[in-house]
């Protein structure tokens, strides 16, 4: 069984930047390939980036930058010039597949999630 856990979440002025972090347990990082998702009240999970096994295959928005470290089992989502509309529980995700390369956009596609932490971006 895979756990996640994330963290760097807490509360930013407009423009400002965060760093979230994902650590996997119960299984090496390198073995899955990581989403990011997140939700805010009263609306449906977004799909926010992803990033392969490899790292070779990666998906973000400009503003953002994915990254991986599996040597110690960790995913890396930077956000940068931060909005209000980017306030929202963020979530990492996680699957095992056989590909390197191959990222996946659905959250049906991930098997693992953790229990998300908290972005606030107000003036």
């Known amino acids: 069984q895979v756990q996640l856990v994330e963290s760097g979440g807490g509360s930013v002025q407009p423009g400002g930047s965060l760093s979230l972090t994902c650590e996997a347990s119960g299984r090496a990082i390198g073995l899955l390939s990581v989403g990011w998702f997140r939700q805010s009240p009263g609306k449906e999970r977004e799909f926010v980036a992803a990033?392969?096994?490899?790292g070779r295959g990666t998906w973000t928005p400009a503003r953002f930058t994915i990254s991986r470290d599996n040597a110690n089992n960790r995913v890396y989502l930077r956000m940068n010039r931060l909005q209000p509309e980017d306030t929202a529980i963020y979530s990492c995700?996680?699957?095992?597949?056989?590909?390197?390369?191959?990222?996946?956009?659905?959250?049906?596609?991930?098997?693992?999630w953790g229990q998300g932490t908290q972005v606030t971006v107000s003036a």
């Open positions: 995700a996680a699957r095992e597949t056989t590909s390197s390369a191959q990222i996946f956009r659905a959250s049906e596609e991930y098997n693992f």
């Open positions: 990033i392969s096994r490899s």
